[in-house]
Nanobody
Framework: QVQLVESGGGLVQAGGSLRLSCAAS????????MGWFRQAPGKEREYVAQ????????SYTDSVKGRFTISRDNAKNTVYLQMNSLKAEDTAVYYC???????????WGQGTQVTVSS
């Protein structure tokens, strides 16, 4: 079992920045990939970014490239999402997820709300 707890969400003005954190526990953190997803009101949950087990590779959805950065600290069992130049359309509940023993994301956090005011 893996437990994931997100933090760092909040209200920010357009153009501002936030850093989300996701603390993991329960399994060896450095052995699985991590991802961030988001769900805006009335929309499907969508992929935002992911990072491999050792941080050696990252990928992003097109709409956040150049603005968001995913990183991880395996010593702290934590993955981060640095979000810069935020836009109103980034408003959503953000979830971290873990792909443990599989290529699918099979563990999810409870989510943290990010609201960007224009």
């Amino acid at each position: 079992q893996v437990q994931l707890v997100e933090s760092g969400g909040g209200l920010v003005q357009a153009g501002g920045s936030l850093r989300l954190s996701c603390a993991a526990s329960g399994r060896t953190f450095s052995t699985y990939a991590m991802g961030w997803f988001r769900q805006a009101p009335g929309k499907e949950r969508e992929y935002v970014a992911q990072i491999t087990w050792n941080g050696g590779s990252t990928s992003y959805t097109d709409s956040v490239k150049g603005r968001f950065t995913i990183s991880r600290d395996n010593a702290k069992n934590t993955v981060y999402l640095q979000m810069n130049s935020l836009k109103a359309e980034d408003t959503a509940v953000y979830y971290c997820a873990a792909a443990v023993g599989t290529t699918m994301y099979n563990y999810w956090g409870q989510g943290t709300q990010v609201t960007v005011s224009s």
